[in-house]
T-cell receptor
Framework: AQKITQTQPGMFVQEKEAVTLDCTYD???????LFWYKQPSSGEMIFLIY????DQQNATEGRYSLNFQKARKSANLVISASQLGDSAMYFC?????????????????WGLGTSLAVNP | DAGVTQSPTHLIKTRGQQVTLRCSPK?????VSWYQQALGQGPQFIFQ???????QRGNFPDRFSGHQFPNYSSELNVNALLLGDSALYLC????????????????FGPGTRLTVL
């Protein structure tokens, strides 16, 4: 079973509008972290935002916010005031469990991504 | 503040050959993870190094091996290359567990694009 599901292969948004990219996850571990990354055509993965499973408030980073609905196991990324430079692939990823002091358990599990195109 | 660097950026090899990819972590980071990203897919975890030891490994054959050096830099080696090894190889670094507030955010390098002919 897919642990991270991104159901939107492609999305279009008009410049200056907001867009929501969907992500659902599956885990039985009460401790986990959810990440969103942006991957432009150059290939580099750029960290956008993080949400811990015990965080009480939704994470925000500038124009990025994470709509975290724990009971529904969803962690949707909201990009406000879209810019042309936001056109890229967006990936949702999860880290299950807590990293041990031995340094274990840093593995990220990834979705298939959503391609976002911002139209002028 | 230097970010994660990887070399080379592109590489072309033939089947059966061996390849070594290199990664230098972000300044202050001591944990390195490697991922393989095939075209149109999300990254797949290969392995992770901390304190010069392999700490966790994904579902990759023994042809994939690695090393971490005392300066925290890392190498990924792939032997007996197959056509299916063609992919973007991403290196990510994080702070070690004694430093982090457990966000465990991984910062990625630009990747090495490997083509196997």
């Amino acid at each position: 079973a897919q642990k991270i599901t991104q159901t939107q292969p492609g999305m279009f948004v008009q410049e200056k509008e907001a867009v929501t990219l969907d992500c659902t996850y599956d885990t039985s571990d009460p401790s986990y972290g959810l990440f969103w990354y942006k991957q432009p055509s150059s290939g580099e993965m750029i960290f956008l935002i993080y949400q811990g499973s015990y965080d009480q408030q939704n994470a925000t980073e500038g124009r990025y916010s994470l709509n975290f609905q724990k009971a529904r196991k969803s962690a949707n990324l909201v990009i406000s005031a879209s810019q042309l430079g936001d056109s890229a692939m967006y990936f949702c990823a999860m880290r299950e469990g807590v990293t041990s002091l031995a340094g274990n358990n840093r593995k990220l599990i990834w979705g298939l991504g959503t391609s976002l195109a911002v139209n002028p | 503040d230097a970010g994660v660097t990887q070399s080379p950026t592109h590489l072309i090899k033939t089947r059966g050959q061996q390849v070594t990819l290199r990664c230098s972590p972000k300044s202050g980071h001591d944990t390195v993870s490697w991922y393989q990203q095939a075209l149109g897919q999300g990254p797949q975890f290969i392995f992770q190094y901390y304190e010069e030891e392999e700490r966790q490994r994904g579902n990759f054959p023994d042809r994939f091996s690695g090393h971490q050096f005392p300066n925290y830099s890392s190498e990924l080696n792939v032997n007996a290359l197959l056509l299916g090894d063609s992919a973007l190889y991403l290196c990510a670094s994080t702070l070690g567990p004694l430093h982090t507030g457990y966000t465990d955010t991984q910062y990625f390098g630009p990747g090495t694009r490997l083509t196997v002919l």
